[in-house]
């Protein structure tokens, strides 16, 4: 497929499906699937609009906003909204793709979106981030609904903007309803959603664990780098800490922190605080008195994969295409046996091929082998919540914290369980010995998901 205007980042999203479903026995077992790709990778909908505010010098700033409203088969369009200076069509396409399928995987009534600003509020005060909402909300107000388009937080899109958005929502549509995802649990949010794709990714890496040591083997004891120090960052790695794991990274645009002996929960705290101020790593380690002893060392300009020394688990939480194929390589070198992403498309492709040949070539299952989950499934827990915040938001009722955890839970598991299951489905491998492909198994059990939805509807 050539996409017009060239869209880098999205033609890599597309790629990697097509791939994995040609590189499997899916159209010889089941040829009527051939006809839908081309279809469902033109997003159904794209708005673009104009979005201007007076920023804190009394200046009026202009920027690019956008909704990629990309598929609707099988429920009411779901995902994101990234405030980033890197935002342009070919990111918002290739996110929307991913999150098409990535709602699949939940087992929830969800299409796939994403949106977002072309924008950078690093250093921007409460008062003008509220002014970008509303302008922003203006127009993408009269797109989106509780049963039409629900968005939600990604980067630099947190719990602040989340009220904002709604706020200017409701004051322009005279209506409560749940639009958003996010929310504060004071007017509609759910417990568990801050946490849930960290927690959702350690759940998720937690059953490739046991699978491949047939249950003997769990977090405890694991080396974990991490990328990133934002929302899904922060709490992959409580949650890796508090399964007994020793969290040896974290980074942030500006460069990496990394701690031999690991990183404490306490000291994390200290990150999620200093981040609200929109200070850098550098800064908080400077200034947090956590971080006195001195056994935390910052690397400016850095990506943690190559300064860490062995390692069991990488996940990266930052951004998309942030662990090359030499970074792979190296991780591979220094022992690494799980990689499972918290961010979108966080491993480029050269690094997905270095991980899945190591998978193929190993002899046997209980072999030292590398094991990828792509991010579509290990990080879906996000969206996962999402939807049951809706869920609760139209029952109007507020479930627990142990309730919504065990859903979300159950959730990442049985999304691991179908992703082992449909590889082995439609596998075209000979080495019978090697670990089930989860590239594979996310990339066709979501589109196979939406597929069916778009055939019995008419879409194809
Ligand atoms: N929030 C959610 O519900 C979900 C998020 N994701 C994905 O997880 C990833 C992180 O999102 P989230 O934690 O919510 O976002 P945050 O804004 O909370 O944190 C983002 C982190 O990534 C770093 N980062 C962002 N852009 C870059 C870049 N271009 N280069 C290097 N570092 C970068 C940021 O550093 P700095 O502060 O210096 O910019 C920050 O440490 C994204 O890929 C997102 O799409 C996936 C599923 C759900
Ligand atoms: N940013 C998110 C969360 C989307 C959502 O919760 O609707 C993602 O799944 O990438």
Redesign the pocket.
Known sequence: MSAEPYEPEFQQAYNEVYNCLNDSTLFEKKPVYKKVLPIVSVPERIIQFRVTWENDKGEQEVATGFRVQFNSAKGPY???L?FHPTVNLSVLKF?GF??VF?NALTGLSLGGA?GGLCFDPKGRSDSEIRRVCYAFMKELSRHIGQDID?????IQVGGREIGFLFGAYRHYKNSWEGVL??KDLNWGGSLIRPEA?GFGLIYYTEAMIKYASDNKESFAGKRVVISGSGNVAQYAALKAIELGATVLSLSDSKGAIIAENGITAEQIYAIQEGRSAWKTLEQIIGEASVFSEGSVKYIAGARPWVHVGKVDVALPCATQNEVSGAEAEHLVANGVKFVAEGS?MGSTQEAIDVFEAVRVQTASASAPAVWYAP?KAS??G??A??GLEMAQNSARVQWTRETVDAELKKIMTTCFDDCVATSKEYSNESNGEALPSLVKGANLTGFIRVADAMLNQGDV
């Open positions: 779901k995902g994101g990234r996110l991913e999150q990535k994403k629900v968005p939600a937080g990604d995802t996010g794709t979108n991010g990080n879906m996000g969206v919540v999402s």
